[in-house]
Every structure is written in C-alpha cells, then in structure tokens.
C-alpha cells in the first residue's frame, strides 16, 4: 500500500542546533515529539528538548533535576570503562540496579504564522518540578477543552513513568494537577469533546507479566480523577505493532466516528503511524484499525539519528481535510507531513 | 528483634479440602489471602479462593474464564514435556509469548462468630466478569466506608493486572464499579475516613524501564475516579522489602497518625509484613516505617505450600488495642495471628 504522508519538503523543520541550551553546561541532543495547537491564529509547539552535558573521552554524564543544585539540574558521572555500565540503548542505561535517563528532557514553547516557519522561545517553557518529574517532562500532548488547553505529558523519574496534566489559558500561566495516571503509563490525550456527560483520554499502561503495551481509555468528571478503563487495541504479534503502541492525541470527529492516529513499534524498536477509528458515542468500540501503516521511516532523517527508525506523532491540526501532524523523526528532529482523512478513512475501509 | 505477631493456635484456619470447588472437573488448590470485615456482629472473610483441573501425567491444564464455555470455564492443556514451556514458577508460566495463570481465582464469603471458627460459602460469591477478569479476581480489600462495604482486587487477565471495585451494603447485592487503577496495579485499599473532603487509597503501581514496585496514594472525589497520585514508600534495596511492597488494608487510626501494615517481599520472593505510620492530616507523609519485619513466614505452613515462605496479608479487623489479621500463608491456607498497636507503634518508635 502506498503511504499516507505528505512530508513536508523543508523537512526537518526544526534540528538541535535551532535551540537554545536550557542551562550552561548543557547541550541540545534531541529536539522532538511536539504537542500541537493552534492558538491567536498561531500554530504552537510544545517541543520536548532533551538536553545533557558534553561526554568526556572517559566519561558520560547524566543530568538528574535538583532544586538544591545549581540552575536546577545535578551532574551524575560514570566512567564509560565500567564493566557495570551498559550503553547499548542510547535513551537509557542501568547501573547498580537502578537506571537513568541519558538526557533530560524539557517543553518549550514554538510559534509559527505559516505552519512551517517556527520561532523556538529562548527558554524553557515548562521543566520538571518535585519527585515525580526528577528525570524530567516528555511527549506532551495538547487538548482544547473548552475554553482552555489540557497538557498531558510523561513525567519520568526513579519512581517510574507516569502522567501528569498541566492546564492553561493563555500560555503565559500554567496550572499544574499533578500526577493522573500512574506508572507505568505514558502516551495519554484528552478528547476535545464530552462524551455522555464526562472527559475521556487514552492511556497507555505497560504490564510486566503480561507483557504488551496496549491503548486503554478512561473518563473522568472533572478531568483530574479518572477511573472506568478500558483496553480498546492490543500489540498484534507479528506486526508492525507488536510490542508498544499509544495514541497520537485527540481523536478527530468523522462522520465515520472518531478518527485517532496511534504509533506502533515492532521488536526492533521501528516506529510507524496507523489509525483507528472508534464510534462515536463509545470510545470503547473499535470500529476498524490500520493493517499496514499510514507512515513508515523511510526518509533518511527518520531512519538515522539520535534512535533511528523513529516516526512518532503526537499532535496535529486540522484543517478541512487535511490533517498536519507535526512528528519526532529518529527521536532527533520535528518534522511536518499531511494526510488527508478521507484518504485515511478510505483506508480503514470506510 | 522479636516478632510482634501472636498466631493462632488453630492455624491454619482454613485449608483447599475446606472448600468445595466452584465447578465440577476443578480442584481447590489454595484458599488464600483474604479480605476481611465486620457485618452484623460476624467476622466476614472474602477468600481467594484459586482453582484448575487435575493435571495428568502428560499435561498441565489452565482454565480461563469464558462466558461461551460450559460453567464458563474454558480449559486449555499443555503437554508437560513441550519444551517452550518453563513450570519453575508455580503461579504462572508463558507459553509462545503469551503467559497463562496455572489456576484461576474467585472471590467467597467465609462467616464466623467467634473468629476462629468459619462457616465457608458452599458457591462462588464473586467471580470474574467480562474482558478485563478473564484470568480470575483476586486478593480482595475490603474497607467500611460511610454505610457502604468497598471491594478493591485484582483483575487478571492477558490485557494485564489492574484493580478493579465492587460496591456492597448487604453482601447479597453487589455493585461492580469496572477498573479503577489500570494495569500493572495490585494491592488497592480505600481509607475508610475521608481526608480534606476527599476519599484516599493505597495503591501500588508496577514499573518497567525503572523497576520497583513501590506504595502510592490517590485520591478521589467520588471512589470511582482516581487522582493525586503519589508515591509514598519506595522498595529497599538489600533489604527484606527490596522488591516488592504493598499495602494489607486500611490504615487503623492511631493517636500518632494512619498505622498501615505492608507486606514486603526480597528477591527470593520471602514475603513479610511491616508497618507505615503516616500523617493523619496528610496521608502522602510517612512518619515512620518498620526496620524490621514485624511478622516472619517462620511457621510450618508459612514456609512450606504452593508457594513457600509467604506471610500476606490484605484484610484485619480491630478491637481495642488488638488488631486481628486474616493471612494467606505460603499461598495456600488462611491463618490468624493478632498483634498489639500499641507494640506496632513502639517498634516505630512511637
């Protein structure tokens, strides 16, 4: 099947050398995986920047939030000829029984009048804050809910990965709700819409014995406290989609029913772009799903990188029929593409 | 350090032949940890009571609940010398990447007048229900909650271990509430008082990249929808709780704050118990926490069984000074010990 994707052509639209270190000492490695909105007839990123102080020849060194540090941020050193240390995964390592993060990430804040040109802020919009966001904040994605915006983001830190919601107005004050699914999950969008009186989000726990890191939803009252979960789409073995999946973010209202971009990754770790679509007045019914992707990484800044073999969506705008998403490519660089939805309802065979 | 607990003379209470199987082709393998409160002047028990078919020679056999099969019990079987298949955990085994439950488990009521002596309900009072329970429902809290009885257990099945709730005013008419903590969770009780005009919980997520499986609290507006969450007490590397640690029930108001026992398990899989004393006015704080174990699987049938070497307990009721615990002993009888708050208290330092 042929793809989906319309990449934009000044693809990558944003690189590492585009942003401003958060701290001195510290250097940009990684600039991805935005949530996206649109606000004052502006396009808004809520770019992840995952930064780390320069290796040495002998050393690697971690960054870890600290209040009582200096800018905030602790330096943590291992000499990289220790037996105990083992860095084949570039994102993370364990040593003596505990692991750590090879960045820190933060959101910060991007604006564009055209969709394509991004002026980045100069400082870090939201960092990691308390015990539960120690190793820092990642993958947000924005929800317009009502007359506000619903951040929701991987708060990662020894005490595991969870999900914690921020909420604003106008961009300038934030309201932080702490922490609404725990660990493990990741991977959490609010709807944009109520549906039977209550807010809905997809989350993404991972098991341990059962393995498999499926979409779940959940409702709420209030959209801080949440309960009624439900697994809706399951890793299918063998696919493309065999060991993790998790949903893009807000699904996008059809005539079909609810349309929501998902990422899928295989055993070796290749991340693709399918869809769902689920009925309308029961996000728990499945209606249809991808079979083969609707993106791949197939262009050279997707497939090398900081972890190559990587697209991940997780925010987009509509606009008529096309649905822009704005993607991390091999977890290193934003990106642009289009899809249009008939096309990807036609798809799903609908 | 001496242990604090006085066990039953008549231990174990209740044994597998005491319980007659919910189905026939099942055999009872082990009754175990159970729930535990007062109704009507009666001590009342919610045993977990695990179940499957007599193994042959040649093959090992599991049930899983389905609604479409006979008693709605489906029995897969697997031939012992397949060599894909690992039995050196008696629990559990995978089976060509999927991992299966050697037994299933519902939930039944045992009623006592005295105590010790139990009257144990000839059928199935709860067993699992839908997508979500398809391995069985285990492990059940109970807390007393303004006029109502709150059930909190485990919910297995291949999407994973999640808690779910059943409501009760009369233990005839149950109220199933779904999932209220997704998966990996275990180990959920509801603080039978309210605190800041919000409903609170233990709960106890697992993790994966980050390991550990350690007690978090939230709370609620409204039982049935979760959020706050925070970790409170984490595992302790090299100790008796190094792996995994979990809440028994309740906490027992105290004059210092929340007492809480805890069980604690080592990476032989010893499970013990310990105690937590928390703020009365901020569950999140935890004042004091036992250094030792406060009770040992040092009993014949503690060490010896199904799974050896367990105390667990999840249920107690208090008279006085007395706290009475109903335990799972080496996963395969139900015990009684009973211990003084006031030594609990003094072994915090308090």
């Not at 619903?150 to 004050?173: C, E, F």
């Not at 693709?272 to 728990?284: K, N, R």
Request: hydrophobic share 40%; proline share 7%; glycine share 10%.
């Amino acid at each position: 099947m042929p793809e989906l994707a319309q990449r934009f052509s000044s693809n990558p639209l944003i690189s590492p050398k585009d942003v401003r270190p958060s701290a001195p000492g510290l250097e940009v490695e990684c600039v991805l995986n935005p949530g996206v909105f649109r606000y004052n007839g502006q396009t808004g990123l809520v770019l992840r920047v995952a930064e780390r102080p320069p290796e040495t020849e002998r050393a690697i060194k971690v960054p870890v939030l600290n209040p009582a540090a200096p800018d905030g941020i602790e330096i943590l050193s291992f000499a990289k000829d220790d037996p105990e240390l083992d860095l084949s995964d570039p994102r993370l390592f364990s040593y003596q029984g505990r692991t750590y993060l090879t960045t820190v990430s933060h959101l910060r804040l991007a604006w564009s009048d055209n969709g394509t040109d991004f002026a980045i802020d100069e400082r870090a919009t939201l960092t990691g804050e308390g015990p539960l966001e120690s190793f820092g904040i990642e993958d947000c994605r924005v929800s317009a809910v009502a007359d506000e915006y619903v951040l929701t983001y991987a708060a990662v830190s020894p005490h595991g990965v969870g999900v914690n919601m921020i909420r604003t107005s106008d961009w300038k004050q934030f309201q932080r709700e702490g922490m609404i699914f725990a660990p493990e999950n990741k991977n959490t969008a609010v709807f944009e819409e109520t549906i039977g009186g209550r807010y809905w989000a997809f989350h993404r726990p991972s098991n341990v014995n059962f393995k498999g890191n499926h979409i779940w939803v959940a409702s709420s009252p209030d959209l801080t406290h949440w309960g009624g979960h439900a697994c809706i789409a399951m890793v299918r073995p063998g696919q493309w989609d065999e060991t993790r999946m998790g949903a893009a973010a807000a699904p996008v209202r059809t005539e079909h029913g609810w349309l929501a971009l998902y990422h899928g990754a295989d055993r070796h770790n290749r991340y693709c772009l399918g869809a769902l679509l689920l009925d309308y007045g029961d996000p728990t019914r499945v209606l249809a799903r991808s079979t083969d992707p609707i993106m791949e990484p197939t262009a050279s800044y997707e497939r090398e990188g900081f972890f190559g073999g990587v697209v991940f969506a997780n925010g987009h705008v509509l606009d008529g029929d096309t649905l822009t998403i704005y993607y991390g490519a091999a977890d290193t660089v934003v990106c642009g593409a289009s899809f249009s939805v008939r096309e990807i309802l036609a798809s799903l065979g609908r």
